[in-house]
């Protein structure tokens, strides 16, 4: 073989071998500038989602502390209730006896008032409005500002 074919194959050869050497860097980096863009979408993915969720643990420290704070004084007035010094108002209207009813053993002029039982039901159910109540005020506002929240 001649000298200038053998010269001719390499450069040929080298040719090639930069071509393809060319078109991987580019690959390469089409690749890196993905993964860039993708960090930085990630990046900002994770910190919406620590807003999010700091905006939803404050509100839960929020209305858990009301519920605390009601159930708290439902306690107090249960309490004060059970000591006599406060009473629960019962609004009710006993209807009038015909004026030919005997005479019975009836307390006409006392007010109405609820047994102990009825008392421990009525003070159960108020904790339960409550806690219903704070826990729906704090979904409406965990929806309207979290989760309906723009990026």
């Not at 991987?24 to 993905?34: M, N, P």
């Not at 159910?125 to 806690?131: E, G, N, W």
């Not at 704090?138 to 989760?147: I, K, P, R, S, W």
């Amino acid at each position: 073989m001649s000298k200038y074919l053998v010269i001719a194959l390499f450069a040929l050869a080298a040719v090639l071998f930069g071509g393809w050497l060319m078109h991987d860097r580019d690959r390469l980096a089409d690749e890196l500038s993905t993964s860039q863009a993708e960090v930085v979408q990630l990046k900002a993915d994770a910190e919406f989602a620590a807003q999010t969720l700091a905006a939803r643990d404050a509100l839960d420290r929020k209305y858990t502390r009301d519920i605390t704070d009601a159930k708290i004084e439902n306690a107090r007035l249960r309490d004060a209730v059970a000591a006599g010094t406060h009473r629960v108002l019962v609004r009710a209207t006993c209807p009038k006896l015909p004026a030919t009813a005997g005479t019975t053993s009836l307390d006409v002029g006392a007010s109405a008032e609820l047994n102990a039982d009825a008392r421990q039901d009525y003070f159960g159910l108020r904790d339960q409005i409550v806690t219903t109540e704070k826990q729906l005020a704090g979904l409406q506002e965990y929806v309207g500002n979290v989760c309906l929240a723009v990026k």
